[in-house]
T-cell receptor, first 114, second 111 residues
């Protein structure tokens, strides 16, 4: 079974631009979560999608948004990029339903904002 | 509020030595607990998880962890460390369908 894939792996953007990151979950997984990882803040939960609906959201500004498609693939978008948005963005897929949401992570997208 | 603490930011051990990484959590209900490992430039890999039952759980790569409710702890152990175990280790708790991660412990292994 193929793992979680994220594209692109590396991205360089300029402050003020917007960016879209993509995540393809493991086949059969319907939940996709997004995390931001920075040296200062560690791993922070952004949001989770399940069956095309946002189920949970972390404490991030509205510039961060996401969506999930009918095939469970997910995208996250960051508008009006700031220097502080430079981070590793990790996507994880899982099979919730029992409350034991074991998540499988992708390799991440390294975003650099200049 | 739910939280996870990992008291040790960085640990260095010699290859072949035993290892214990500490994790404490704050969560009102019965916790679902995880340990993940992240190698440089990689995503996170699940080492083991605790949901219920036996408080000593076995994971991959020879790791184990013990859940102690009285101490709100879920420490990760390995009897003999290999050089390839050098990585960042994250403890996490599932709280209301959100996974909350600790700050991580960086492990260095001396050959």
């Amino acid at each position: 079974k193929a793992g979680v894939t994220q594209t692109p792996r590396y991205l360089i953007k300029t402050r003020g631009q917007q960016v879209t990151l993509s995540c393809s979950p493991i086949s059969g997984h319907r939940s996709v979560s997004w995390y931001q990882q920075t040296p200062g803040q560690g791993l922070q939960f952004l949001f989770e999608y399940f069956s095309e609906t946002q189920r949970n959201k972390g404490n991030f500004p509205g510039r961060f948004s996401g969506r999930q498609f009918s095939n469970s693939r997910s995208e996250m978008n960051v508008s009006t990029l700031e220097l502080g948005d430079s981070a590793l963005y990790l996507c994880a897929s899982g099979t919730p339903g029992t409350g034991a949401n074991e998540q499988y992570f992708g390799p991440g997208t390294r975003l650099t904002v200049t | 509020a739910q939280s996870v603490t990992q008291p040790d930011i960085h640990i260095t051990v010699s290859e072949g030595a035993s290892l214990e990484l500490r994790c404490n959590y704050s969560y009102g209900a019965t916790p679902y607990l995880f340990w993940y490992v992240q190698s440089p430039g990689q995503g996170l890999q699940l080492l083991l998880k605790y949901f219920s039952g036996d408080t000593l759980v076995q994971g991959i790569k020879g790791f184990e962890a013990e859940f102690k409710r009285s101490q709100s702890s879920f420490n990760l152990r390995k009897p003999s460390v290999h050089w390839s175990d050098a990585a960042e280790y994250f403890c996490a708790v599932l709280a209301f369908d959100k996974v909350i991660f600790g700050p991580g412990t960086s492990l260095s292994v001396i050959p």
